[in-house]
């Protein structure tokens, strides 16, 4: 099965500051990468497809990029609701898997 | 709107087996495939089965392969998983989930199954 392994595991920063998440897959995925956010007591939601595609609804501060191993998130200014964790998952092969989750927290 | 309502979940002995049910509505339930995703509480996603639209396909992740069945009934709107011979470490909140193309793009609020004697 492909690993995704994310990094950092949390990530310390102040509202309008810029969040740089990572996602490394163990084998190429192309660009089968998922993104989601999720917030406490909440079930995750969509943020990106394919790597770079936003998904409807979701503010243009947020972006991915990346293709084959190595995918980033990056939001460009954090606002208060941008708080939580985010998970990476691939739909390249099966079995689905999920990368472990970084936390963005207030620092 | 989309609303996937899970529910089944409680409290069973190792060893034992649940049915877990999820109601889904405000979209057209046939044609899409649907996943169940788990989750332990303060802890990470873990991917868990997916079935086709048609309930052609299914996957399953290692750790429940042989133990696990999920189906669905589109007459009801409704996905199913079937869970045999739970352990200790299959404790957790399991979300159902519609797929887009590959990706999840609506997520019900989970039911948890705690595994514990």
């Known amino acids: 099965e492909i690993v995704l392994t994310q990094s950092p595991a949390t990530l310390s920063l102040s509202p309008g500051e810029r969040a740089t998440l990572s996602c490394r897959a163990s084998?190429?995925?192309?660009?089968?990468l998922v993104w989601y956010q999720q917030k406490p007591g909440q079930a995750p939601r969509l943020l990106i497809y394919?790597?770079?595609n936003r998904a409807t609804g979701i503010p243009a501060r947020f972006s991915g990029s990346g293709s084959g191993t190595d995918f980033t998130l990056t939001i460009s200014s954090l606002e208060p609701e941008d708080f939580a964790v985010y998970f990476c998952?691939?739909?390249?092969?099966?079995?689905?898997?999920f990368g472990q989750g970084t936390k963005v927290e207030i620092k | 709107q989309v609303q996937l309502v899970e529910s089944g979940g409680g409290v069973v002995q190792p060893g034992g087996s649940l049915r877990l049910s999820c109601a889904a509505s405000?979209?057209?339930?046939?044609?899409?495939?649907m996943h169940w995703v788990r989750q332990v509480p303060g802890k990470g996603l873990e991917w868990v089965a997916f079935?086709?639209?048609?309930?052609?396909?299914?996957f399953y992740a290692d750790s429940v392969k042989g133990r696990f069945t999920i189906s669905r009934d589109n007459s009801k709107n409704t996905l199913y998983l079937q869970m045999n011979s739970l352990r200790a470490e299959d404790t957790a909140v399991f979300y159902c989930a519609k797929d887009l193309l590959g990706k999840i793009d609506y997520w019900g609020q989970g039911t948890l199954v705690t595994v514990s004697s």
């Open positions: 405000g979209f057209t339930f046939s044609s899409y495939g």
């Open positions: 998952q691939q739909r390249s092969n099966w079995p689905r898997t």
């Open positions: 394919d790597a770079s």
């Open positions: 084998q190429s995925v192309s660009t089968y």
């Open positions: 079935i086709r639209y048609d309930g052609s396909s299914k």
